[in-house]
């Protein structure tokens, strides 16, 4: 049986060389997994062909920064979906990528600069994978588990790879109904 570190490592080599082979990009914009994604990206040889870096926006001024509206923010919290699809769709629109991952979220620490304004917010991590070309979304939740960040943060990132792997094999097959 695979360890998460072993899945998410394949995966990723996985999703490289599909998109490298598609000739298409990925970029990220991560708050709570601290770059973490971009790590995995990167870990994988080759990976320079699909992706040129992103930012991480570990407080809001950041995400602001980037591209994403404090209205947004204002509105729903940064622990929202809303803020996640935000969050893919200007890290992918500012660097003219075909892929962007977002991810924000609360994992078992309160954050005094940004309350949760309904308690079912805390250990909640929201995730939106924009893509650029369909002009979609693919979102998913995934809740903290009580356990060390580091394994929260792996959680997460696996998430994030099956996701894409979703993804990229869903549009293989609509590619071949087309052919």
Avoid: H
Avoid at 73 to 80: C, F
Wanted: hydrophobic letters at 35%; proline letters at 2%; charged letters at 30%.
């Amino acid at each position: 049986m695979q360890t998460t570190l072993e899945e998410i490592r394949q995966n990723m080599q996985e999703i490289v060389e599909e998109l490298t082979r598609r000739g298409e990009t990925i970029t990220t914009m991560e708050s709570c997994t601290g770059g973490g994604l971009c790590n995995e990206i990167t870990n994988v040889p080759g990976a320079s062909a699909i992706y040129g870096g992103s930012p991480i926006t570990y407080c809001n001024e950041e995400k602001i920064m980037n591209g994403v509206l404090e209205s947004i923010i204002d509105e729903y919290t940064v622990y929202s979906f809303e803020v996640a699809r935000a969050m893919a769709k200007a890290a992918t629109l500012r660097r003219n990528y075909d892929y962007g991952v977002g991810i924000t979220g609360k994992i078992n620490d309160a954050d005094p600069k940004n309350p949760a304004k309904i308690l079912d917010e805390n250990n909640k991590i929201y995730i939106a994978i924009y893509d650029r070309k369909q002009d979609t979304y693919k979102t998913r939740e995934v809740t903290a588990i009580n356990a060390a960040r580091y394994v929260n943060k792996e959680l997460i990132i696996l998430e994030v790879t099956r996701m894409m792997k979703e993804i990229l094999k869903k549009e293989k097959q609509l590619k071949q109904l087309i052919i």
